[in-house]
């Protein structure tokens, strides 16, 4: 008996001392996207989309929840957010080459249409960015025009 309340008090004094350890805010404002949007041109519908479910995970700008300030909660969420942009990240959309945005958007489609975007585990909290069938047909149309830009650096030279 008295293992487990040392055990226990060991890990609530780790607990408290985790809460200590800084992580990295991804705070650096939306106007980091605006090369993005000015290049792809989104409809308001499909921007306000693009803001409720992309963004937090795939820009340099996230909201974060209350939870975020909580350890463990805060490490696994730096580590989500950086693993999102790393596959793609919209503000630095005009850093990529031609051929490689024309990728992204064709990743963007099939994520979207297979439903493995936005993350179940993302819309689970977040349910506003859980998308209707109406906002995946506007999101998947937009990213089809938006590749026709790209479409020519994507064929062999």
Not at 36 to 46: C, G, S
Not at 107 to 122: D, K, Q, W
Request: proline letters at 4%.
């Amino acid at each position: 008996m008295i293992w487990i309340k040392r055990f226990l008090m060991l890990a609530l004094v780790a607990l408290i001392v985790i809460q200590f350890i800084p992580v990295d805010k991804n705070e650096e404002g939306y106007e980091s996207l605006a090369p993005f949007l000015q290049e792809t041109k989104p409809t308001e519908e499909v921007a306000a989309i693009l803001k409720s479910a992309c963004y937090d995970c795939h820009s340099n700008q996230t909201t974060y929840p209350w939870y975020s300030n909580l350890a463990p909660a805060s490490f696994y969420l730096e580590d989500h957010i950086k693993d999102g942009k790393r596959h793609l990240n919209f503000s630095e959309w005009e850093q990529y080459s031609a051929k490689r945005k024309d990728h992204k958007l064709d990743e963007l489609i099939e994520e979207v249409e297979r439903e493995g975007m936005p993350l179940e585990s993302y819309t689970l909290i977040h349910t506003e960015a859980k998308l209707d069938a109406a906002q995946t047909e506007a999101l998947i149309n937009w990213a089809k025009t938006a590749r026709i830009n790209y479409s020519g650096a994507a064929l062999p030279q």
